[in-house]
């Protein structure tokens, strides 16, 4: 495995950064929050003009046909970027999953419009008993029809379309039709905000291939394990700057050693993270057996660190770090919001575990 960027890859992430600090800005990003969807139009359409809605879809799809590790160097930046709105929703997770799960005639229907920039979707998984294992999904369908209460449904509001998670398979049913309502629920992050979405006898159809929903998710974990990453990268960047400025006894705080080693712990911990996430797009794009325990470590250590990480920012920043014209704390929202999504620490720890005693169960047989 290469452990460095390509070039394309390079200019890739170089051209991501300045096209999220021209056309979002925090200032932007401020503004998005107080709108309710956190979604933008005209940023939509100028993402897709640079092809980030369709980046790891095929060309048949009008997608750009890159790879997974490309996918993660653009969450990186829009972490980064705390870039509000659906894009992580509609591109890494429902995208992802209808790659894997929708069949050709599906994609056209669903996953074309959205590398065009012309549809947003997400996906609805968990319920009331709040478990990421589609094992203990309950909601059901019936003759096409859904019925039942998601909850914590990512940019629902802004969604054309949802994925359902079902127990006898995954569906697509558009938001505006009958039978569905979408109510939103409170939550720390505001640029991405979260809904419970009821469906009372709503139509649906039915994914050609349920079981790439799993795969889908995986792709979306590890999106969101680099999103995390690139928080952390600006979380870093904004205290040691903040270090280096805020003065006390007349000399910079950065100068006393206490306030170095929580800088140096916070670099440690982004690294790590950022090691884990790429680790973990690249055994996904070359289907290396270890790929969904490379996903599950990649995520247990980013939301870990995503928390630890801003933990030491706010405690660098004290008082300031809680002041609403303070961005650092935004990033900590976004970290904290994101350490439960698809599933936290304990959750992929538990995973890995299964996923170690399976091997090791498929290894004693064959031997």
């Not at 589609?134 to 998601?150: F, H, T, Y």
């Not at 928080?231 to 280096?244: P, W």
């Not at 300031?320 to 935004?330: K, R, Y």
Request: proline share 3%.
């Amino acid at each position: 495995m290469q452990f460095g960027l390509s070039d394309s890859q390079q200019l890739l992430k170089e051209n991501a950064r300045k096209f999220f600090a021209a056309e979002c800005p925090m200032a932007q990003v401020r503004r998005l929050m107080e709108t309710g969807t956190a979604c933008d139009q005209p940023l939509w359409n100028k993402m897709a003009e640079q092809g980030y809605l369709g980046i790891i879809f095929p060309e048949e799809y009008d997608g750009a046909a890159l790879g997974k590790v490309d996918l993660i160097v653009l969450m990186e930046e829009a972490g980064r970027a705390l870039l509000p709105g659906p894009f992580f929703s509609t591109v890494a997770l429902a995208g992802a999953v209808l790659n894997e799960a929708a069949t050709p005639d599906q994609k056209k229907k669903y996953l074309a419009p959205i590398c065009r920039g012309d549809a947003r979707a997400t996906v609805a998984i968990l319920e009331a008993g709040a478990s990421w294992d589609p094992v203990d999904i309950r909601l059901a369908c019936a003759q096409g029809r859904l019925s039942g209460e998601k909850l914590f449904v990512t940019d629902a509001a802004a969604a054309d379309f949802i994925l359902v998670a079902a127990r006898d398979g995954l569906y697509v049913a558009e938001a505006n039709r009958e039978g569905i309502r979408i109510e939103l629920m409170s939550g720390l992050d505001l640029t991405r905000p979260q809904y419970s979405v009821r469906l009372q006898n709503s139509p649906a159809e039915k994914l050609g291939n349920s079981a790439g929903l799993a795969r889908g998710l995986e792709i979306a974990t590890a999106a969101l394990a680099a999103e995390l990453v690139g928080g952390m990268q600006r979380t870093l960047e904004l205290t040691v700057e903040y270090a280096k400025m805020r003065k006390q006894f007349g000399k910079p705080i950065g100068s006393y050693q206490a306030v170095q080693h929580q800088c140096a712990d916070m670099y440690l911990e982004t690294e790590s993270a950022r090691s884990a996430a790429y680790y973990a797009a690249w055994a996904l794009e070359e289907k290396s057996p270890d790929a969904s325990a490379a996903v599950s470590v990649a995520k247990l250590y980013g939301s870990d660190a995503g928390r630890a990480v801003g933990n030491r920012g706010i405690q660098v920043h004290g008082g300031m770090g809680f002041t609403w014209e303070n961005d650092v704390h935004l990033y900590y929202r976004r970290a904290k919001a994101s350490e439960t999504m698809l599933g936290d620490a304990t959750f992929h720890r538990e995973r890995l575990a299964r996923l170690v005693i399976d091997s090791q169960d498929a290894l004693a047989k064959s031997a």
